[in-house]
């Protein structure tokens, strides 16, 4: 069992940044796959970004790329989502997820076993 925990959300102009944490309690943090998802009023969860179990790949959105960099501190069991250059479009509630070992169809959401509560990203124009 995993539990996750986002932190870091908040309010920010057009253009501004942000940095997203999840905070996880694995045992062995480095065995998990993690990935942001976020959900828009109105809309599906969306993939944002995953990165393997140590680090070494990474897959973003295309309507992200060059914007979130996403890593993660497996010494710190923590996540991280680094955002810049945000846009309204970026406006959603932000989500980490986990799942053990495996890195195909990272971009899908019934991928996941574990989520975290969700933080509020917005971003006002």
């Known amino acids: 069992q995993v539990q996750l925990v986002e932190s870091g959300g908040g309010l920010v102009q057009a253009g501004g940044s942000l940095r997203l944490s999840c905070a996880a309690s694995?045992?062995?943090?480095?065995?998990?796959?993690m990935a942001w998802f976020r959900q828009a009023p109105g809309k599906g969860r969306e993939f944002v970004a995953a990165?393997?179990?140590?680090?070494?790949?990474?897959n973003y959105a295309d309507s992200v790329k060059g914007r979130l960099t996403i890593s993660r501190d497996n010494a710190k069991n923590t996540l991280y989502l680094q955002m810049s250059g945000l846009k309204p479009e970026d406006t959603a509630v932000y989500y980490c997820?986990?799942?053990?070992?495996?890195?195909?169809?990272?971009?899908?959401?019934?991928?996941?076993?574990?989520w975290g509560q969700g933080t509020q990203v917005t971003v006002s124009s």
């Open positions: 990165i393997t179990g140590r680090g070494r790949n990474t």
């Open positions: 997820a986990a799942r053990a070992h495996y890195y195909s169809n990272y971009e899908k959401v019934e991928s996941y076993a574990y």
């Open positions: 694995a045992r062995t943090f480095s065995d998990y796959t």
